[in-house]
Every structure is written in structure tokens, then in C-alpha cells.
């Protein structure tokens, strides 16, 4: 495993109308990541009070320990919830203090590409978004609990054990395989 400490330099555009939403995301990420194995330590401003632009470091103490938080769960549920007022992201990995100090330069990683910001599709309202979760949401909750029916002592347990055993189970098979997968049946929809 490398020792060498890796820093990542991020530079987000934001939504002005939700920074309230941005700050506490922004902060729930630093707050995952400050749990994960490796992680030396995050900061993050903004240009300005009235700026669109955020510019967070974060850093770990080897490629292997950055690569581990970046591919986790955690990580992946953390930018899905940003998807709605992040516009646009560069990001650069250093070594070396100067990851600390520097904005992403050119060659920066870019989602979406900075050209196409401004002809960037805004995301769905909301309550799209609702009948898309629930389109998704329903059919297998309702196999899920047709399952359990069977299984003995499961209608004796509390309702609080079982809604917790169901969204246990639930909520990364519809994070990671029917919400993708309805967003993607849906998408033509969900753009109008």
C-alpha cells in the first residue's frame, strides 16, 4: 500500500437558490468522510456571499484509502443527493501540500463539462420525482412484504422491527438497481 498522502482539490458551481440545501450537504460529505478509514482531513468555502462557486479539499493517506472512500456506499448515496443543485464539479487529485492550496487546474475532471452548463436539462420537479420513486418504491415493497408473510413470527413483530428489517433491506436494492432503472425507463418523461 502506498504511503504517500493524496489530496483531493474540488471546485462545484451551485444552484444560488439552494445553498442552504448545498451547505448542509456539503457537510453531511465531510462528515461521512471523516469516518472512513484514512481520512486526514477536509475543508471547504465559498468564493463569496453571493458566489455560485465552492471549493472543497479533502484528504487521505494513500491512493488505496482515496480510492476505497471515493467507490463507497456512503459516498455514492452522498453525491446522489446533490444531484439536484450541483451544476457543475472539476476535481483534481495531488500529492504534496499543494493540493491543499491550489484550485483544480486545466485537465480538471468535469461533470457535466463545463459547455454545456448553461444547456444543462433542469432536474424534474419534484413531484416527478415522487411518482418516479414511487413507481419504483411500490411494486417492490409489495413483493417484499408478500414474501414475508409466510415467514413465521414476522406479523407478531413490532411494527417499528419490521419497517426497519424492510427498509434494511430495501433501500439499496432500489438505490442501486430499480431507481436507476426506472429514472432510465422514465427518462424521456422526466426531461419534458
Known amino acids: 500500500m502506498s504511503s504517500i498522502p493524496i489530496t483531493v482539490s474540488i471546485r462545484r458551481e451551485v444552484d444560488p437558490a439552494r445553498i442552504s440545501e448545498a451547505t448542509a450537504w456539503v457537510q ?26 465552492w471549493h472543497m479539499l479533502y484528504r487521505f493517506t494513500s491512493v488505496e484509502t482515496l480510492d476505497a472512500w471515493e467507490q463507497s456506499p456512503e459516498r455514492t448515496w452522498w453525491l446522489s443527493m446533490g444531484e439536484g443543485f450541483v451544476r457543475s464539479e472539476h476535481s483534481r487529485r495531488r500529492t504534496g501540500i499543494e493540493g491543499w492550496f491550489d484550485e483544480p487546474a486545466t485537465g480538471s475532471i468535469r461533470i457535466p463539462d463545463a459547455a454545456t452548463v448553461e444547456d444543462a436539462q433542469p432536474a424534474p420537479p419534484r413531484w416527478k420525482q415522487a411518482v418516479t420513486i414511487w413507481l419504483g418504491f411500490f411494486p417492490v415493497n409489495l413483493l417484499f412484504s408478500l414474501a414475508m408473510t409466510p415467514v413465521p413470527g414476522w406479523g407478531e413483530l413490532p411494527l417499528w422491527l419490521r419497517v426497519l428489517a424492510t427498509t434494511i433491506v430495501l433501500t439499496p436494492i432500489m438505490t442501486y438497481w430499480v431507481l436507476p432503472w426506472v429514472t432510465r425507463a422514465l427518462r424521456g418523461w422526466l426531461s419534458r
Open 28 to 53: 453531511t460529505g465531510v462528515n461521512l468522510a471523516n469516518k472512513h478509514p484514512g481520512f486526514l482531513g477536509s475543508g471547504w468555502v465559498r468564493a463569496g456571499e453571493d458566489s455560485q462557486l
